[in-house]
């Protein structure tokens, strides 16, 4: 029986890295299959793992039909036995139910890939479909950390250093952007997401002569002037 797993987790807990494996691993298997991604931080139609591993894909657009492109290597004498798609929660919610409908009614295979809540701990549409249709929902085992050594479960952005709550759903950065960038992103645990405790707001709080350490978790961050508004940068959260 086919299958629609989703694979989730924050970012820098390895999606991308396992969805090359399973790529990988099916393929030496004797099975033929189609690669996804849409916004990878590498640019469009690559998956690229921040271990440095990277493979052709075909970048999902809005209008991109799953079930037309099965359809389409099909009729041209292709097998599709499985589909890796990775970003997934970047994908619209009618492209999650295509991709159900393949699983069901084409026994293809579907491996997704994604972050399920967006720096405001709000679920990205395509995340949110994810699991309420998948076979099966899979945490990945691999867990990014927090700057306080704790398990991370929160993604924060930042703009100009500083983490900010409003905005865009997406918008491009990385964790780590370049000088020039105002965007970026950064895994945060709950408590520290929830203060907006980033690590440079706790580096710059313990270099404070006013903060005791044992104070360090409950220093606020400062207001941001431009907390509100979100630069149209050309990046996106991902994973």
Sequence with gaps: MAELVFFSGTMDCGKSTLALQMDYTHAAAGRSGLTFTKFDRAGEAVVSSRLGLRAQALEVRDDTDFWDVVVAHRMAGERVDYLICDEAQFYGVEQVDQLARLVDEMSVDVFAFGITADFRTKLFPGSQRLIE?????????????????ARATHNARTADGVMV??????????????????????????RHHMR???????????????????????CPMPPHPGASSTPTTAAAQGG
């Design 196 to 218: 907006r405790m980033t690590r440079a707001a706790a580096r710059a709080a313990a270099m404070s002569p006013d903060v005791l350490p044992l104070d360090l978790d409950m």
């Design 165 to 190: 709550v409003e905005g865009e759903q997406v918008v491009v950065g990385d964790t780590h952007a370049a000088p020039t960038a105002t965007i970026g992103y950064e895994v945060l645990c709950r």
């Design 133 to 149: 249709l998948a076979d099966r929902v899979q945490v990945l085992q691999v867990e990014a950390l927090c700057w306080c050594g």
